[in-house]
């Protein structure tokens, strides 16, 4: 007997951690591995927690501390400039830029009171910038547009600034860059430090904020290693796109200070050698990859890579992962068996009744399911542990459970029901059968459903067979 009604009632673990179930050894390891900031191959069939995992490892790292961005290069376009600032630089900047002095107009130069609209250029006397009458003369305060059409429309054309660029001796007697800009009816001063001036010559690639899990497919190599787009105008000047604004960080860039998940290593192919590479050097260029693109001339070097691999396969493609590879990751890091099965103790049956609370808190749509439901989940996991995987206990192989609790959701919902029962739970188990088993029960056998599909008017050498 379960010591509960309905699932509503069991607590959930809050750390992610803890809502791995069966693979106790696996988090050991995972948690090693965060801290230590160590790689990890997880080996084990589909369903058991592979994806999962490797996302709790992420949830345990500290938060980014870096940002790494590219510059355009003036001397050399083709060779953006490479830029990593930590958190405390970034922050100290912002404090900077937050610390611009509030100015009052009367104390800033003649020309940059009258350019901001403040001042008059007849009388000098200071008004509402928003006024572009002089209150005390009357005088209009800003110049007249020139341009022709503007006047032949009669188009009033203010000719004021909202922020202004002013060169003055600096405290060392070089010429200094300050900007003045109007808030209200004060004026912000702040130094040109390149960050306010030049923020259009900067791309961050990869923010401070952002999330530590990258998952990556084998499927495209400017998905994995970065890429610099195309232009068509070249990165020409007026027209073309700036090299640097051109420049896409791989999942082996994003993935810095966090976890670069990559499912199915082994279909990585020749590209586990340059994922190689990325681990050994924490470092890896990004280069276009397209030779007959413009992007191919452009290339940043050294762009920081220090990711922990977590990598998932199948047992049987072990074999075909490239052995420096492979070493690689057993030499500073581990490698792990996830189990198919768990011992059908009472401690386990209550882990698997937390996991079906899980799946149904994270379903969001589907009701909770009653202890007597639960029962019939767990001799369904104790079925197929036998059937799958040949032995006694609780089958591990969640997904496959995980889709049943859906779909027997789903059915309560149909009908109405306030919880899942045990019922639904048959109902869903029937219909969650593969293919082959309900060919199985229809024909007899997968062999003959595909004869029927045929008809023996076109297969003449089997219908006598068949029939
Ligand atoms: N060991 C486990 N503990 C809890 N839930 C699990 C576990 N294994 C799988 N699941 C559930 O099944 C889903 C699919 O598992 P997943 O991690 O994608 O398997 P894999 O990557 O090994 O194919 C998970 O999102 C989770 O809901
Ligand atoms: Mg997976």
Redesign the pocket.
């Known amino acids: 007997m379960l010591p509960f009604r309905d699932t509503s009632e069991i607590r959930l673990p809050q750390s992610p951690l803890e809502?791995?179930?069966?693979?106790e050894h696996v988090l050991e390891i995972a948690s090693i591995v965060a801290r230590q900031k160590r790689h990890l191959l997880l080996v084990?069939p589909?369903?058991?927690?592979?994806?999962?995992?490797a996302n709790t490892i992420s949830s345990i790292l500290p938060r980014p501390t870096q940002q790494i961005a590219v510059l355009a290069n003036p001397e050399n376009p083709d060779r953006p400039i490479l830029e990593v600032k930590t958190a405390e630089e970034i922050e100290r900047e912002r404090r900077e830029k937050a610390k611009a002095r509030l100015l009052d107009p009367r104390d800033v130069p003649y020309y940059v009171s009258e350019k901001l609209g403040f001042r008059c250029r007849k009388c000098g006397t200071i008004s509402d910038p928003d006024s572009n009458i002089c209150l005390y003369c009357g005088a209009e305060k800003y110049r007249k547009s020139r341009n022709l059409e503007d006047v032949v429309a009669e188009v009033p054309r203010l000719s004021r600034d909202d922020k202004i660029l002013f060169k003055r001796p600096g405290p060392d007697g070089r010429e200094e860059e300050v900007f003045y800009e109007r808030v209200g009816n004060k004026v912000k001063m702040y130094k040109n430090t390149g960050k306010n001036g030049a923020d259009e010559l900067r791309k961050v690639i990869v923010p401070l904020e952002r999330k530590v899990f990258v998952q990556a497919t084998g499927a495209s190599e400017s998905e994995l290693l970065g890429d610099v787009r195309h232009d068509p105008y070249g990165g020409h000047p007026n027209i073309g796109i700036p090299p640097h604004e051109r420049v896409i960080p791989g999942a082996v860039h994003e993935a810095h200070e966090g976890v670069l998940f990559i499912?199915e290593l082994s279909t990585l192919g020749e590209l586990q050698r340059h994922l190689l590479t990325a681990m050994q050097e924490k470092k890896f260029p990004i280069t276009g990859r397209n030779s007959t693109s413009t992007g191919a001339a452009v290339r940043v070097d050294n762009v920081p890579c220090d990711f922990i691999l977590v990598g998932?396969v199948n047992i049987n493609d072990v074999q075909s992962l490239l052995p420096p590879l492979r070493s690689r990751i057993i030499g500073s890091g581990y490698e792990v068996l996830?189990n198919t099965v768990m011992p059908d103790t009472e401690q386990n049956r209550s882990k698997m009744c937390q996991?079906i609370a899980?799946?149904i808190v994270?379903a969001g749509n589907i009701p909770h399911a009653t202890a007597e439901a639960c029962e019939r989940i767990i001799s369904e996991a104790r079925l197929r542990a036998r059937q799958i995987d040949a032995k006694d206990g609780l089958s591990?192989r969640?997904?496959e459970l995980?889709g049943i609790i859906k779909m027997a959701g789903d059915i309560a919902i149909l009908e109405g029901a306030q919880l899942i029962t045990h019922e639904h739970i048959k109902k869903a188990v029937l219909r969650a059968r593969s293919i082959e088993e309900q060919l199985l029960d229809s024909y007899g056998s997968a062999y003959r459903a595909g004869m029927s599909d045929y008809g023996h008017k076109r297969r003449p050498g089997y219908s006598s067979e068949v029939r």
């Open positions: 809502q791995v179930i069966g693979q084990g589909p369903g058991t927690g592979k994806s999962f995992i499912d998932a996830l996991f899980q799946e994270k591990l969640l997904r995980s």
